[in-house]
């Protein structure tokens, strides 16, 4: 399975830009990019996923790079509500599972 | 957008005793579910797969006959831990496969504390 790096914790203000790091220099040409997050006490939910061009929702941007050995997650402007731990994923596992890593644990300050 | 409902949403239970989650897909089938478990800070962790109609396929280390997994509609999901014991004190969360842009949906997840 390919390996993300992610940063343990980041720390923003609230209704400033958040860019959330991934490291992934081993993806295969089909690996999609794929971010969760986890608020506290509740199961993760989707925020957003990419293949290679930068992509854009009601919840975040998602930026790619050119060689697709990272991306950024970015949270125009963020609120105490998204503090959560952010997971970026490549691919699934041998079940077809999303495998998680560490995350990194976004704290936000009023 | 595809929703996992899971129940309860916490639970306090004595050592020796069993306790079923459940987790039911509302507005779409989930021929595969997957279970998670979480530790006090640790990241989510495949306890197992169950397939509808079929035996679930457990991760190596979890054992199949305290954590019964059964499967036997296209909306339900249920994991029954049997003689409960403190260290399976834990966040249960399960998760089905939606395709589409989002991908595969969470349940709201379960604590478990045995006592």
């Known amino acids: 399975d390919a390996k993300t790096t992610q940063p343990n914790s980041m720390e923003s203000n609230e209704e400033e830009p958040v860019h959330l790091p991934c490291n992934h220099s081993?993806?295969?040409?089909?690996?999609?990019i794929h971010w969760y997050r986890q608020l506290p006490s509740q199961g993760p939910e989707y925020v957003i996923h990419?293949?290679?061009s930068n992509v854009n929702n009601r919840m975040a941007s998602l930026a790619i790079a050119e060689d697709r050995k990272s991306s950024t997650l970015i949270l125009h402007r963020a609120t105490l509500r998204d503090a959560a731990v952010y997971y970026c994923i490549l691919r699934g596992g041998s079940q077809g599972n999303l495998i998680f890593g560490k995350g990194t644990k976004l704290s936000v300050k009023p | 957008g595809a929703v996992v409902s899971q129940h309860p949403s916490w639970v306090i239970c004595k050592s020796g005793t069993s306790v079923k989650i459940e987790c039911r897909s509302l507005d779409f089938q989930a021929t595969t579910m997957f279970w998670y478990r979480q530790f006090p800070k640790q990241s989510l962790m495949l306890m197992a797969t169950?397939?509808?109609?079929?035996?679930?396929?457990?991760e190596q280390g979890v054992e199949k006959d305290k954590f019964l997994i059964n499967h036997a509609s296209l909306t339900l999901s249920t994991l029954t831990v049997t003689s409960a014991h403190p260290e399976d004190s834990s966040f249960y969360i399960c998760?089905?496969?939606?395709?589409?842009?989002?991908?595969?949906?969470f349940g709201s997840g379960t604590r478990l504390t045995v006592v």
């Open positions: 998760s089905a496969r939606v395709g589409g842009a989002y991908g595969y949906t």
């Open positions: 990419g293949l290679t």
């Open positions: 081993t993806i295969s040409g089909t690996d999609y």
């Open positions: 169950s397939n509808e109609g079929s035996k679930a396929t457990y």
